[in-house]
Structure formats: structure tokens, C-alpha cells
């Protein structure tokens, strides 16, 4: 039996953590890893990205698809349970590549775990090739857990503290691994001093607060007649709960844009997504609310809160970091989102109706913007409207689905547009907000849960010109190993980055400046056909949702190639939206004629906003 090395246990312990891939980008600096992954029968299956970025997304999105499917009962905290993102580079550029999907992680709060190669120990501190201080490099990212392994018998103990601490505190941890340390011979702890065995284990506990706060916040909520939930990702696996106490309480319910998915916004009492990109219904509930439970969000858009002293607000978070971190919360209960909400059920008195003309109010709020939004999705615009190809994809969407965004304009489509059918996840990089995501998210869920047969990437002309055109390569790679090839890629192609002309023209009341705005066209449905995969290009609204159809019944991948018009305004909801006219109007006669079209279809967009909700 040949010698087994350093390299073969550290294979051999991710296995023992349910490891079922690893993302990645080969190099010197962690073959012999790769060596020992080839070695084992039953070693996770690598992912090759087209670069180590790119795979660090895959391996955050991966934690996020896997972690928003897990269902309560199977969250036992057993080794055999976490299926965690893992990703691996070599040393020097290819760390250095992998600090974005990283950063992602710990803004997004999601457990991954980085092994990354370093130059031989002998060599560090000598300005060698590729060498970089890694330990600091990683500080910041990882603040919870960064190590590196320097002897044989650091092996399991590094992995295993790395996985623990990833999943304890959902943040993503790094362990470095020097190229002549993976070289030697296997050790294992023998339990001596210093010498310390561990074991590839984990624990959860259902974590609930005091009586004490409980009924504290029960006595605040019960003072209150206009109530709103602000439901973020912690609410993960309380969806149920969440409409409970809805109910108990006659409050409207609004997401953060991480808490989207997890709450069927078919209700009539769910106002949709919350902030700059969100719905004008969530405006209005949270302006005119009294009452505020947040549950398991810190959504950063503190404009579009109540104002402070305007409403008495309860805080539900697992982290007892985040209470009060965005308002000003009178009441803190530290605990996990759907275990608190039973018990609150427990304490709260039964609904009597009380709060029947708020509920009404806020079922017109609802109805009122689903008016708008549809009627927004069919303003004529030059040539698309990108609102009407997310209302077209809305009618067709598959409730087996996946979705993947990435950053940018189409965002704010989503968030407003697009009705999620209960079930169907839908992840992005969102606090960190890096363009360049989409396609390595959607490949991710794809090979997460091919039994889920259709991924749709919501992706503009910016994010796919960064990364996305090369993702495509590998989608052309691994879609024929696939039972169901289905993987629609929508490519919003308005030669813009739009979202930015927005914002120069929004927040500092600048005219668009076309040198940093204005993208080369490219022809993503001829590329995907040179690809072997299906192109559809789209430059006629009535044409959509036959595109739709034809790809959601194709045999193989599909790129939509829709040119849409970037002068669709990205009007935040009023009032906040109204106070930005101003400067945005002043942008827009500063461009001239170049501005004329925009500025015509912001004046559509404001009358049709203050016709759904007057001041």
C-alpha cells in the first residue's frame, strides 16, 4: 500500500463532513491535494470554474441553495447532514481570486469553507514566487477562523475547527495549506500533549428567548394597530410561523430582498420586497405602520424603515449582534426565528378583529401595486421593456424551479416583478452586491438538486461581460451530463450599465457619463450557439413569451438574448422616490436629447406611481 500523505487525510476528512464537491482552479501550489481527491474512491467531485472567482461564488451559492431547501427536520446538526460550499485555489493569484465570493460569504452570513495552497514553509518570509502573506490577506474575510496547517498532525483538528466554526457562525472560514506540508507523510494526533484529536461533528440547538422579553414583546405588539414583519433570511424555516403570527396579529408582512423567497407573496397581505429596489406597497405599509417585528433581517435600507420614534419595533435574530442594528428596537429576543414565533403564538391572544381597517388598508396597498406593476411591464419602451420579461417569465415559471441573479438593474426587476412560487429559491450576491454571479450561482443549483429541473439566470449585459460570457464555457461542459439539460439564461441587453446611470443621475445629479456607462455590444445568443447551446434573441415585447415557452422545453441550455432599453427608470417607491425627482429630472435635461426618451418615460412611470399612491 503506497504511503498515505497529509494530503490524503485532509480528503479523507472532508468526506467525513458530507463533502460532495469542491470548486475550484488547479495549480502547483495544491496538487498534491488534487492528487490525493484523484486517489480516493469516493472523494467529492471537483468543479472546474473558468476561474478561482468564479468558483468561490459556486460555492457560496451552493451553501445558500442548500441551506434555504433544508428542511427543519433534517437540520440535526449530524456530519453526515452539512452540505456547506467548499472551495480550493493554489497560492498568490489564485487566493487573492477567490476574496470576492469570499466577502460574499460573510456579508451574506453563509458558512463556506476556503483550502487554499501556499508556497512550501521553507520559503516564506523570502519574497518567493507567488508568495503571499496569506494569514493576513484572510484576516478580515475570515475573521472567525483562519489557519494554517504546518505539521501532519494539525490536519483534522484545522479542518474540523474550520467546518465547526463555519457553521456556527455562518461565515465563511479559511484553511491554508503549505505545498510541502500536503507532501508529507500522514500523522494522526496520538492524543499526547499538544497532540489533539477531534472529530467531524457538529450540534445545533433550538435557541429561544426568555420569558421575561417574551412578554415583552407580546405586551408591545398587543399596544400596537398597524403592524408590520420585516421577514429577512432568518426566516429560512419559518415560513409557516411567519404567516401565523401575521395572522395573529393582523400585520402586513414585507421582505428584505434576502428574505424574498422564503414568503408566498401570492397573500393579500404581503407587500413584497422593502428599500430602493422594492415594491411601492412596501412603502406605504412600513410608512404608515406603528408597530414593527423584525424577523432574521438586517437589510441595510434604514430610508425605507419607519422613521425613528414612528414605530415600537420588536427584534427576532439568532445573532444577539444584530438587535437594534438598523432601528431602533425597544424589544430584543435573541433566538431562532421559528422556534420564538411559537412561542409568541403561545403568548399572543387570539385575533378578534381588531385590526380590520389596517388589514383592509393594507390589502389595497397590495392590490393597488400589483395593478402597477403590471401596468408598468407593458409601457411601451425602445426596443424591450425589461419589466415585461420578468412579468412574462412570472406566468410561465415552473414551481420545480431555481433561480440565480446576478447584480445589477435586473434586481430591481426581480424584486418587483417577479411572484416566486412557494418553494422556488432564489439567491444572489446581495449585501456585497459584486456583479459577475449569476452564471456560477445558477450552475451551483444546478448541481446541487438536478432533480429540480430548470434554472433560471436573470443576468444584464454588465455581470455577463465580467464573468458570465466565460461561465458559459463551463455551462457548454457539463449540461450533456445532466438528466434534465433545461438552464435558461436571460441576458437583459441594453448596451448600459443601467443601474449606475441611475444612480449618477439619482444620487449625485449628474448626466449619464457614457465613457464609464456605455458597454461593447456583444452577441450572447450567437455565442451560445457557438457553444452547442440554444440562442434566442428577443427585440419584440410580443415576442417573450413564446421565448419563455420554447425555453422551458428545450433540450439543452438556452441564452435569451433580450435588448432591452435601459431608459426604464429605477424609480425608487414613493415618497422616498418622490424627493429624488428633482435631481434626477435635472440629469436627464442635461443629457439633451441623449436624456429626451428616459426623461419621457420617468414622467409615465410617476404618473402612474401617483395614481396607485397619491401623496
Known amino acids: 500500500m503506497a504511503e498515505r500523505l497529509v494530503a490524503d487525510t485532509i480528503v479523507d476528512r472532508l468526506v467525513d463532513w458530507g463533502v460532495k464537491r469542491l470548486y475550484g482552479y488547479s495549480g502547483d501550489g495544491i496538487n498534491t491535494l488534487l492528487g490525493a481527491l484523484q486517489r480516493h474512491p469516493e472523494g467529492p467531485e471537483f468543479v472546474q470554474a473558468r476561474r478561482e472567482e468564479a468558483a468561490a461564488f459556486m460555492a457560496v451559492a451552493h451553501s445558500k441553495f442548500a441551506l434555504g431547501q433544508l428542511g427543519a427536520e433534517e437540520d440535526d446538526g449530524s456530519a453526515g447532514g452539512v452540505d456547506i460550499g467548499v472551495m480550493v485555489s493554489t497560492q498568490g ?63 483534522t483538528a484545522v479542518i474540523d475547527r474550520a467546518f465547526r466554526t463555519a457553521l456556527a457562525t455562518s461565515s465563511p472560514t479559511v484553511v491554508i495549506l503549505p505545498h510541502d506540508v500536503q507532501q508529507q507523510a500522514e500523522v494522526l494526533p496520538s492524543g499526547e500533549h499538544a497532540q489533539i484529536s477531534t472529530a467531524a461533528v457538529w450540534g445545533t440547538a433550538d435557541v429561544t428567548p426568555k420569558k421575561a422579553q417574551l412578554d415583552a414583546a407580546v405586551e408591545l405588539l ?131 378583529g381588531r385590526r380590520g381597517p389596517w388589514r383592509k388598508e393594507v390589502s389595497e396597498a397590495v392590490a393597488s401595486w400589483d395593478e402597477l406593476r403590471v401596468e408598468r411591464a407593458f409601457v411601451s419602451a425602445d426596443p424591450v421593456n425589461p419589466e415585461r420579461v420578468v412579468h412574462e417569465l412570472g ?82 461542459a457539463r449540461w450533456r451530463d445532466w438528466k434534465d439539460p433545461r438552464f435558461v439564461v436571460c441576458v437583459f441587453n441594453n448596451g448600459d450599465l443601467a443601474e449606475v446611470s441611475w444612480e449618477q443621475r439619482e444620487t449625485e445629479g449628474d448626466p449619464r457619463f457614457a465613457p464609464s456607462q456605455q ?32 425555453a422551458f422545453s428545450a433540450d439543452r441550455p438556452v441564452v435569451i438574448d433580450v435588448h432591452s432599453d435601459p431608459d426604464v427608470p429605477l424609480l425608487p417607491p414613493f415618497p422616498e422616490g418622490a424627493q429624488k425627482l428633482d435631481a434626477i429630472r435635472r440629469a436627464l435635461h442635461q443629457e439633451g436629447g441623449a436624456g429626451a426618451h428616459a426623461l419621457e418615460l420617468l414622467e409615465q412611470y410617476v404618473q402612474l406611481e401617483q395614481g396607485h399612491f397619491p401623496a
Open 93 to 155: 493569484p489564485g487566493a487573492v481570486h477567490l476574496l470576492n465570493g469570499l466577502y460574499d460569504a460573510k456579508l451574506d452570513s453563509m458558512p463556506v469553507v476556503a483550502i487554499v495552497g501556499q508556497q512550501n514553509l521553507s520559503a516564506l518570509g523570502s519574497q518567493y514566487q507567488q508568495e503571499i502573506d496569506l494569514l493576513a490577506m484572510f484576516k478580515d474575510v475570515a475573521a472567525a477562523f483562519c489557519e494554517q496547517i504546518s505539521s501532519p498532525d494539525q490536519a
Open 222 to 352: 398587543n399596544g400596537c394597530e398597524r403592524i408590520v414583519l420585516l421577514v429577512g433570511q432568518g426566516a429560512r424555516q419559518a415560513a409557516k410561523e411567519v404567516e401565523q403570527v401575521a395572522e395573529r396579529l393582523g400585520a402586513a408582512v414585507v421582505t428584505s430582498l434576502l428574505g424574498k423567497p422564503y414568503v408566498d407573496e401570492s397573500l393579500p397581505y404581503v407587500a413584497g420586497v422593502m428599500g430602493h429596489l422594492g415594491t411601492s406597497a412596501s412603502a406605504a405599509v412600513l410608512n404608515r405602520c406603528d408597530g414593527l417585528l423584525i424577523v432574521g433581517s438586517n437589510d441595510p435600507w434604514t430610508e425605507f424603515y419607519p422613521k425613528p420614534g414612528a414605530a415600537r419595533a420588536v427584534q427576532i435574530d439568532i445573532s444577539a449582534q444584530r438587535h437594534g442594528n438598523r432601528y431602533p428596537v425597544e424589544v430584543a429576543l435573541v433566538g431562532d426565528s421559528a422556534a420564538t414565533l411559537r412561542e409568541l403564538l403561545e403568548l399572543l391572544p387570539a385575533a378578534n
Open 395 to 476: 406566468l410561465q415559471l415552473p414551481s420545480d424551479a431555481q433561480v440565480a441573479l446576478d447584480v445589477g438593474s435586473c434586481v430591481y426587476w426581480y424584486a418587483r416583478q417577479l411572484v416566486l412560487p412557494p418553494g422556488v429559491p432564489a439567491h444572489l450576491c446581495s449585501t456585497l452586491a459584486s456583479m459577475g454571479g449569476g452564471l456560477p450561482y445558477g450552475l451551483a443549483a444546478k448541481l446541487l438538486h438536478p432533480g429540480r429541473p430548470v434554472v433560471v439566470v436573470l443576468a444584464g449585459d454588465g455581470g455577463m461581460q465580467m464573468s458570465g460570457v466565460a461561465e458559459l464555457i463551463t455551462l457548454s
Open 519 to 550: 458597454l461593447p455590444h456583444f452577441p450572447f445568443a450567437g455565442y451560445a450557439e457557438l457553444l452547442g447551446l440554444r440562442g434566442i434573441q428577443v427585440d419584440d415585447p410580443d415576442a417573450l413569451a413564446d421565448a419563455w415557452r420554447q
